[in-house]
């Protein structure tokens, strides 16, 4: 096979890692482990291994029996950019809890390789979803397991490369790229609609912290939401007890975090625990009459509501955008050397 004939599709480099390897299983060829071929029970090989990649299986034509040759992936086969490694099972269905997947989410599998992902997300979730593939034959292979599996209708793959796809109508993206790829990536993720979860087998995205990542077995899976923009300078306006009270908000946002000034006209102080969660945006300090004030609310273009709390009470706020909103810091495309330097 040529190295270069296939996009990333779950796959990684030809050197130790700390992921565990996933060995085949004994009771089926080598060909056969590709994040554990999903417990396709009703899928029956005829015959051994022909030449890596392809088993022979039983058709008709003319009347009579002949052997045609299946495709099937083997570890560590060549790629594109990488070498394609199955992810476990319980692996893949951690990834695809912790971004509370629902039936109603769109699904994105950049690399998708054999499908499992797309497949498990639409078998166990019946959530549907799309499996990017570069490689034509891993994208037969994938539909012939998403028909095996009972859920063609839902899962679907294409031949295309990541790199030129629009990917946009996602609300959940999966991936196991290495982290130069997710580097290049990274600009385009962040680009998607705020509250978009983003999951990633073992590698990350550079200084992007992710909001949540898991082990097992000594492998890593993690979690990111795409941030809203909160960027700019803002008026804010809530009440206190001696009346209506207005501050400027002066912020410079990177990623999912903040900083900056909280403006009143005597005074002014920072932020305390501030985050945006997609289009959640939560943020504290203290105000004119010396009360602990926690703000949480819904970020929608140039304005947010929701609600302050103190000790007593909780009540609405508002606040709006003046002028254009900042660019939010790592979302701009990286330079060569941050692709490889993370």
Avoid: C
Avoid at 15 to 30: D, G, L, Y
Avoid at 209 to 231: K, M, Q, Y
Avoid at 288 to 296: D, I, V
Wanted: glycine fraction near 10%; avoid cysteine.
């Amino acid at each position: 096979m040529n190295p270069a004939s296939m996009n990333p599709s779950h796959r990684t480099p030809a050197m130790p890692t700390s992921r565990p390897a996933t060995a085949a299983s004994p009771e089926r060829p080598r060909g056969f482990a590709r994040r554990d071929f999903l417990g396709l029970s009703g899928t029956t090989l005829l015959g051994g291994l022909a030449l890596p990649g392809l088993v022979l299986a039983r058709t008709t034509a003319a009347g009579s029996d002949q052997a045609a040759p299946v495709y099937e992936p083997h570890r560590g086969q060549p790629g594109k950019d990488v070498i394609w490694i199955p992810s476990p099972d319980k692996l893949v269905h951690r990834m695809l809890s912790m971004a509370q997947l629902k039936p109603s989410d769109y699904l994105i599998d950049l690399g998708s390789g054999d499908g499992k992902i797309v497949i498990a997300a639409a078998r166990d979730f019946g959530t549907s979803g799309l499996g990017i593939e570069y490689n034509p034959d891993m994208v037969g292979h994938a539909q012939r397991n998403a028909q095996a599996a009972g859920v063609a209708d839902r899962a679907r793959f294409e031949k295309a490369d990541i790199f030129e796809s629009d990917f946009s109508r996602a609300s959940v993206i999966t991936m196991y790229l290495l982290p130069h790829l997710n580097m290049r990536l990274r600009h385009r993720l962040m680009a998607l609609k705020p509250g978009t979860r983003i999951v990633s087998h073992e590698f990350r995205l550079g200084d992007w912290t992710a909001d949540e990542t898991s082990r097992i077995n000594g492998a890593s899976v993690h979690l990111w939401l795409v941030p809203g923009n909160f960027g700019g300078e803002w008026t804010l306006r809530f009440p206190q007890r001696k009346g209506p009270a207005m501050a400027t908000l002066d912020v410079e946002q990177t990623f999912q975090n903040f900083r900056g000034r909280v403006v009143f006209e005597d005074f002014e102080t920072t932020f305390r625990e501030p985050k945006v969660a997609g289009d959640r945006v939560r943020f504290a300090f203290t105000d004119e009459e010396g009360r602990l004030r926690r703000f949480e609310g819904r970020l929608d273009g140039g304005s947010l509501t929701g609600t302050v709390h103190d000790d007593e009470q909780s009540v609405p706020f508002t606040a709006t955008r003046n002028g254009n909103a900042r660019v939010v810091g790592g979302s701009t495309p990286v330079t060569e050397s941050d692709v490889f330097n993370n």
